[in-house]
């Protein structure tokens, strides 16, 4: 393939509020977002309005026009963390970038701000390389290349589908270990992008996203709910259920996966003493998730994310539904999303 | 696993000698070389005695030492980069680490010069992770640790076999490359040490290099010679081959390969012109051999890295040995290895 250009029209920031006060996050990244729209979807947990600064284009969504659109459906929850997934179903936009509401710019060694969305656009809009590992990382940053051995063949790559970033100061680690290692800060500043080899998984982490979301959209989905989900990233695991879904369909479709830049600034919040109980559940259930991901072969006639999902929704089911209540619920909820996809891009 | 402590007289650091004098190159690495044995094999192909400078503990091999050793062995050659192997043959020790005679330390970006032995070291002594990839990279290093989502029970990790180093200044970029992009250096100095998952192939480069001989030694096979051979790095594929072999094993083995640091300081030579028609038969055949290497699974009773390298030689010889006499003599040079590698610690 080769490098796409992407405009400014052909992208959405969507930010979930969690929290009632965005002004210094807004302000943080202001000369970033005021280039772009932007698609703010306010927890529907959250009592009051959520608080704006002017000057901004952008679309708010509330708890009412999510009940609007999704009213019907019982096994989809919008709140919390999974509020964001309101705006990915809504955008209209072939890009999307998502990023915490907890995280500001983080500087780069030489003290520079980073422009976090321009690097995800870079990512999303130069080849993936999922079929061979370059040992010099991205063949297409700057003054990089494929290395000796590397196949001509292999070489042009295919589409980007997910560039996962990442976080200085508080790293996304789980409970356990923030409650261990209560000092550990990420400092370290890995000036690296790289494909996620096919048929390998990764932890996802939805704290700073872009993505496709003409190629793989549906598979974004709000489908995994512990029992005791909290607020807080580490009480949460819709986006690493979410992640293995998506690198399956990415897999699947020969799409890639990228990970390191663009960084951003994550600040502290919560105990990790506190999300200990909460966290440990879902700290276990992935000695299920991920066996299962890594051993899911789609079908030929999968053909798009719609498909793809729904045939993985089905296999959730089957497979992992009667270990856990909490399998099946995503399994509904997967199918539901699908169905909630078609139904509003066919209005 | 737990971290392993390695001592020094563990280690064989072995140094192809492709030029006559090493006075520069062995000054260069004086502060880090001078605590370890070296192994320091010359060239069959050079007609002078190698110039050494004075005060390191060594090893010398020169045509004489492996005519006696493998002069009934008429597949393998071990000239030009070749000779290398004849190191890690006659190495007694656990650990090797590998540098070409061209490179030098290079700087971190604070400006200190890197030890690219005690890189490998902590590299090989600390596990790998290859069942499931850690978005911040090795979470062995120092502040670092696994993400979010990352499970339990893959964290123990397994033993690294290989560590592959990288370069900065000359990148080890193919002839063409060299020749369309005469200008581009390496500059970007990436902090940060992966494993390369399970069934993820890549372009191992024999520049830097350090492994566990004991583990993965036998592995490590002269066996693939271009008709055109030459004696710099982007004339030949023997280490590409080697790589490709040394992570079926370790995939098999269930044992890790860890890329990124150290990096090395490559200084110029050669000319890429001059090379492109000797390298352009070295970047056709990696159509026919990545395929093959990515496709290979060795049965379960191939319990040791002899035994898989042996497996590996009837399979080479079997589904490309029609296709280019090349192959063929790869084969050959696989199982003539083995039986050198037996035969030399049964002595």
């Not at 096919?198 to 190629?215: D, Y």
Request: aromatic content about 10%; hydrophobic content about 40%.
């Amino acid at each position: 393939m080769s490098e796409a250009v992407i405009k400014n029209e052909e992208v959405d920031i969507v930010i979930g509020a969690l929290q009632p006060d965005l002004t210094s996050f807004m302000e943080a990244w202001r000369p970033v977002f005021s280039q772009f729209h932007l698609i703010i979807v306010q927890d529907p947990d959250l009592k009051d309005d959520v608080k704006i600064p002017e000057g901004f284009n952008l679309t708010l969504y509330k708890k009412s026009d999510i009940e609007k659109v999704a009213g019907s459906t019982s096994s989809i929850s919008f709140s919390g963390f999974s509020c964001r997934y309101f705006g990915y179903l809504m955008s209209k936009k072939k890009y999307i970038i998502s990023i915490d509401d907890d995280c500001v710019p983080a500087k780069d060694p030489n003290g520079y701000p980073i422009d976090a969305v321009a690097q995800h656009l870079t990512n999303l809009s130069t080849p993936a390389t999922p079929f061979f590992f370059n040992t010099l990382y991205d063949p297409f940053c700057d003054g990089s290349d494929f290395v000796r051995g590397y196949p001509f063949s292999l070489r042009t790559g295919v589409e980007c589908a997910l560039s996962c970033g990442l976080w200085l100061n508080l790293a996304d680690y789980d409970a356990p270990t923030q409650v261990l290692k209560p000092d550990q800060k990420n400092s370290r500043y890995v000036d690296a992008v790289l494909t996620v080899p096919a048929r390998t998984m990764l932890p996802v982490s939805g704290i700073n996203v872009g993505f496709n979301n003409e190629l793989i959209g549906p598979a974004l989905v709000p489908a995994f709910r512990l029992a005791k989900e909290g607020n807080l990233r580490w009480e949460t695991m819709e986006d690493i259920w979410t992640g293995m879904c998506v690198k399956v369909v990415s897999d699947h479709l020969r799409l890639g996966v990228k990970s390191g830049l663009p960084y951003v600034w994550r600040k502290e919040r919560g105990s990790a003493v506190a999300s200990l109980k909460k966290e440990w559940e879902g700290v276990r259930v992935m000695e299920d998730v991920v066996p299962f991901f890594q051993s899911i072969r789609l079908s030929e006639t999968a053909a798009t994310a719609e498909d793809c999902v729904s045939e993985i929704a089905v296999l959730v089911k089957g497979r992992l539904g009667a270990e856990n209540e909490m399998f099946g619920r995503a399994a509904d909820a997967m199918a539901e999303w699908i169905k909630l996809w078609k139904q509003v891009r066919s209005l």
